[in-house]
C-alpha cells in the first residue's frame, strides 16, 4: 500500500498528532449587515462585550495565557481603535465595515514589518477584530470538534484557550509563527503544531497526521490506521517506551527520564511507565488565584493525585514561583518580587502550601523544590517554615513527613555557588531563567529567542561549573535545554545525568540518550 502523500513544513511545537482535519474559514462581515448598526454607541458596546468575554476566558487560566489575554484587552482599550473607527462611520460607512476596515489595515502594518515578534502579533489583532465582529452580526465563533487537526492560515490565541485539548489533536497552518502567541501556548500544553505549509488541501473530516518533532504533515492516513495509530514510521518515532524512565548510555552509564507538569490533568494521557517520575510540576499553573493559594484541602487533592499516578517514583513539586511577570490574582501588594523572595514575604501562602505538601508526602515519593532562590539562606528560612508547620501538624496529630527539599537554579548568583548551599538536598537547572539573566533581556523583548541561542555556550559553561560545585548532590535539568535533542550530548558531557522534559518531548531525548556514551560522544559505527 502507497504511503499517505506528506507535506513539509516548519516545527512550531513538538509532538505527534492524528484526526479529522478541521479547516478553518475566514470570518467576514455580513453581505447585508444588520441596519440599525449605525452608531458609535453600539461599537462601543460591542467592544465592551469583547472585554468582558475576554475576561470571562481569562478566569482559572494560568498567569502566561492571563497575559496573552490581557495584551487583547489592551489592545480593545486603546482609544485609537474608536476614534478609527468612528471616523469611517461619521463618513458614511456602516458600523460593521468601518470595524472591519480598520483592524484589517492594522493587520496588514504588522505583517509588513520585518521583525518576526511583531509579525507574530498580527493573529492577536485578526483575535481582536472577529470577536467584535461576531458579536456585532450575531455570529458565534464555533469551536471545532475535540481531537481533531485545526487547519488553516493562523489560529487566533483565544480559540486555542477556548478548545478543549485533552482529547488530543493539533495544528497545521499555512502560514502562522513559531514566536507567536498559539505557539507558546502550543508548546505549554504539549500540543503538536506545525507551521509555513503554504496552502494545501485536505476535505473537511479527512484523517491527517502533524508530526511536529520532524515538521511533517501527513495527509490522507487511513482512518482504521489513524485511531489505532499512525502509518509512517516518521510518525511512530515518538512512540513511548515503558522503560520507566530509567535509560542507559552506550557505555551503559544510567541516566533517567522524567517529566514536566503544569496542571494535574495532564498526566492522564501519559503512561507512567514511560518516564521516572514527575522532574518538575509547576505549582502556580494548578493554583492560580490567592483563593486556590489560601486552599490547603485543594492544594493537597492535586499534590495527592500526583503522587497516585506516579505510582512510587519521584515526584518533585516546585513552590508557587508568582510574583514579577508571573501575577498571582487577587496578589497585589508586592509586584516586585517574585518566586522564593514573595514566599518569604507573605509567608501565610507559604505555610498552606507547606501543610498540603507535608501531608501529601505520606503518599509517595515526594520532593519539594523551591523556586528563584538566590542564597542559602533562602533555603535556611524555608526550611523553618516547614518545620514549624511540621510540629504543629504532629500537635494535631494529622499524619505528614519532612521530604527532601531542593532548589531551582535559574540565578546565575546561586549557580556560581553551589558549594555553599548546604541545607538543599538536590538541585535542578532551570535554563530558561538562567539564559534570561545571563543575557540580560526579558523574555517578551523581540530579539530574546536569537539572545537565548547565542546564550547556549554560556549556559553550558556554566552548568558544567556549577555541577562541579555541587558535589555528589543529585542534579537534574527541567528547562528547555533538556527537551532539545540537540544539546543533549553536550548536556551529557556537562555531567546531567537526569532529564525532565515536556510529554511530547519523550521519545526524542529518549532516543539522543541511548544513542550517546555517557561524555556525550556517539559510540564507534554510530
Not at 205 to 214: A, E, K, M, P, T
Not at 355 to 374: D, E, K
Not at 384 to 401: C, F, K, N, T, W
Not at 428 to 439: C, H, I, P, R
Request: charged residues 20%.
Amino acid at each position: 500500500m502507497a504511503a499517505p502523500p506528506r507535506l513539509k513544513a516548519t516545527s512550531a511545537s513538538p509532538g505527534v498528532a492524528t484526526g479529522p482535519a478541521y479547516v478553518a474559514t475566514p470570518m467576514a462581515a455580513a453581505a447585508s449587515p444588520p441596519s440599525s448598526l449605525s452608531g458609535h454607541t453600539e461599537l462601543g458596546d460591542a467592544i465592551e462585550k469583547a472585554i468582558r468575554d475576554l475576561r470571562d476566558l481569562a478566569a482559572g487560566t494560568d498567569p502566561e495565557s492571563g497575559e496573552i489575554i490581557e495584551f487583547q484587552i489592551e489592545v480593545l482599550q486603546d482609544p485609537t481603535l474608536m476614534e478609527m473607527a468612528g471616523a469611517r462611520i461619521d463618513a458614511g460607512e456602516n458600523i460593521v465595515f468601518a470595524w472591519v476596515g480598520t483592524l484589517d489595515a492594522y493587520i496588514r502594518d504588522l505583517e509588513c514589518v520585518e521583525e518576526d515578534q511583531l509579525q507574530a502579533r498580527a493573529v492577536d489583532i485578526l483575535d481582536v477584530k472577529n470577536r467584535v465582529l461576531s458579536i456585532l452580526t450575531g455570529t458565534p465563533i464555533d469551536d471545532f470538534p475535540a481531537g481533531s487537526i485545526y487547519v488553516g492560515k493562523d489560529m487566533e490565541p483565544s480559540r486555542f484557550l477556548a478548545h478543549d485539548w485533552s482529547a488530543g489533536g493539533g495544528i497545521a497552518l499555512y502560514a502562522g509563527s513559531a514566536v507567536g502567541h498559539v505557539a507558546l501556548l502550543a508548546r505549554s500544553r504539549s500540543v503538536p503544531m506545525v507551521i509555513g505549509a503554504g496552502r494545501f488541501t485536505t476535505e473537511k473530516g479527512q484523517h491527517i497526521g502533524v508530526d511536529g518533532d520532524s515538521g511533517i504533515i501527513m495527509l490522507q492516513i487511513a482512518k482504521q490506521s489513524a485511531t489505532t495509530g499512525p502509518l509512517d514510521h516518521r510518525l511512530t518515532s515518538t512512540a513511548s517506551a515503558a522503560d520507566n524512565g530509567i535509560l542507559h548510555t552506550t557505555d551503559g552509564c544510567q541516566v533517567l527520564l522524567a517529566i514536566n507538569v503544569n496542571a494535574p490533568e495532564e498526566i492522564d494521557a501519559i503512561d507512567v511507565a514511560t518516564t521516572a517520575g514527575i522532574g518538575l510540576m509547576r505549582s502556580e499553573f494548578a493554583l492560580t488565584s490567592l483563593g486556590d493559594a489560601a486552599n490547603e484541602e485543594k492544594q493537597f487533592a492535586i499534590y495527592r493525585r500526583l503522587l497516585d499516578w506516579a505510582d512510587g517514583r519521584s515526584t518533585t513539586i516546585r513552590m508557587l514561583d508568582i510574583g514579577g511577570d508571573k501575577p498571582l490574582a487577587g496578589l497585589t501588594d508586592v509586584p516586585s518580587l517574585r518566586g522564593i523572595r514573595l514566599l518569604l514575604a507573605r509567608p501565610e501562602i507559604a505555610r498552606v502550601q507547606a501543610r498540603a505538601l507535608l501531608r501529601a508526602a505520606v503518599f509517595g515519593s515526594l520532593q519539594i523544590m523551591l523556586p528563584m532562590v538566590m542564597f542559602p539562606s533562602d533555603v535556611d528560612d524555608i526550611r523553618q517554615i516547614y518545620r514549624e508547620e511540621s510540629d504543629a501538624l504532629s500537635r494535631r496529630g494529622v499524619p505528614h513527613r519532612m521530604p527532601p527539599v531542593g532548589m531551582m537554579v535559574e540565578v546565575p548568583a546561586a549557580a556560581l555557588m553551589l558549594d555553599e548551599f548546604e541545607s538543599a538536598d538536590f538541585f535542578s537547572f532551570g535554563t530558561n531563567d538562567l539564559a534570561q539573566y545571563l543575557v540580560a533581556s526579558p523574555r517578551e523583548d523581540a530579539d530574546f529567542t536569537l539572545y537565548q541561542a547565542k546564550a547556549v555556550p554560556a549556559v553550558l559553561r556554566l552548568l558544567t561549573q556549577a555541577i562541579r560545585l555541587a558535589g555528589s548532590k543529585p542534579i537534574s535539568i527541567c528547562g528547555d535545554m533538556a527537551g532539545d535533542p540537540s544539546l543533549t550530548a553536550d548536556l551529557l558531557a556537562a555531567g546531567i545525568r537526569h532529564f525532565s522534559v515536556a510529554p511530547a518531548r519523550l521519545p526524542a531525548i529518549r532516543s539522543a540518550i541511548v544513542g550517546l556514551k555517557a561524555d556525550g560522544t556517539k559510540a564507534a559505527g554510530e
